[in-house]
């Protein structure tokens, strides 16, 4: 016990956590427009699954980071209007066509791999270049806050900036104000003008977006490499993310954090040689125990509600 609390009261222990939170941050927004929408993105694990490689795949062939999230971005466009397509044009069920993307891409990203390089297991052979560091000057030289403010990747400031806009974008705007008049009563919303399966599209393509900026993270700034399934359920865990961060962007930097933090004690777990069984539960676990705190609050302010009514 003295040792983990030694680990875990170290700067190192802090970056370590907003590093793992960022690609789950990403997620959870995206998981949060499309849930305004109406339209749950369940897709949101393979699509941050196929970005990762794919930005792995034209850094390396281009020689140039930004071309390689560039084309991570333009896959989860492309994954957004193939949901769009079977969902609103074929009349598909949406949580099975975000099951069958998640499938899909687990299996297509291993075979491209394998086409490209020969590899089935990790892109080693590909040179993909990675993200960069961003030093804030001055912050950079306050002892302690600076070490965990500044020296971050670039993509953890682009999330809290994320953050920020999502916030305006519910709060300020009309696509926002649209986006959540069509996912509370599309009925009432279409009968005032407002195109519904237009605005859910859009929802749908943002969501895909941020979760494929999220995706390219995990392998050209978590990592420097691709490996088969490396999203590891962080798709998923968005999913609860979202839940417990109340369908808010600042709610969903808090949830990211809190599973962040998860991800990293499981990593720090494993130097203490606690069971590789336990550290691979660790994040679900604190999934299970989030949703019981959830529950039990709505349970509370269920109860409190009715009985102001009451009276």
Sequence with gaps: MHSLLSMIFKVSFVTAVIRDSTPILFATLGAVIASKAGAINIGIE?????????????????????????AAIASGMIISIVMWYFVFKLKTNIILTGIAINIISSGGTTFLLSTLTGDKGISTSLHSKVLPNIDIPIINSIPVIGKIISGQNIVVYIGIICVILIEILFNKTSLGLRIKAVGEAPEAAESVGIPVIKI???ALMLSCILSAIGGAYLSMGYVSWFSTDMTSGRGYIALAAREIAGNTGVGSLFASLL?????TLANYFQKLKVPVELVQMT?????????????????????????????
């Design 200 to 202: 859910k599209f859009i």
């Design 259 to 263: 599973f962040g933090a998860s991800d």
């Design 46 to 70: 393979g699509t941050m699954l196929t970005s990762a490689l794919m930005g792995v795949i034209f850094s390396a062939y281009t020689g140039s980071v930004w071309i390689g999230i560039l």
């Design 283 to 311: 994040p679900y676990i604190i999934t299970i125990i989030g949703f019981i705190v959830l529950s039990i609050v709505h349970d509370k302010k269920e109860k409190a509600r009715k009985q102001k009514s009451i009276n």
